[in-house]
């Protein structure tokens, strides 16, 4: 708690833009996490197990992923 605490509470000033964020606190190390979101795939359908298989390698490709926007507000 000694280290959460802190970032805890600056996590709560008006100094910071962060909205829908993640941090990670541990080993005396503090990190951001982000999930990443690509284009996907869109069906025009309800898709099937196989229309997903046969989608599966675009939805799961990360190459141009950017991190995903969950800003609130």
Do not use: M
């Amino acid at each position: 708690p000694e280290y959460v605490a802190p970032v805890v509470a600056y996590l709560c000033t008006e100094e910071v833009p962060d909205t829908a964020s993640v941090f990670i606190v541990g080993g005396g190390k503090v990190q951001r996490a982000a999930l990443f979101q690509n284009e996907g795939v869109t069906f025009d359908h309800v898709p099937t197990v196989d229309d997903v298989a046969a989608q599966w390698s675009t939805i799961d490709d990360l190459a141009a992923a950017k991190p995903a926007n969950f800003k609130l507000g």
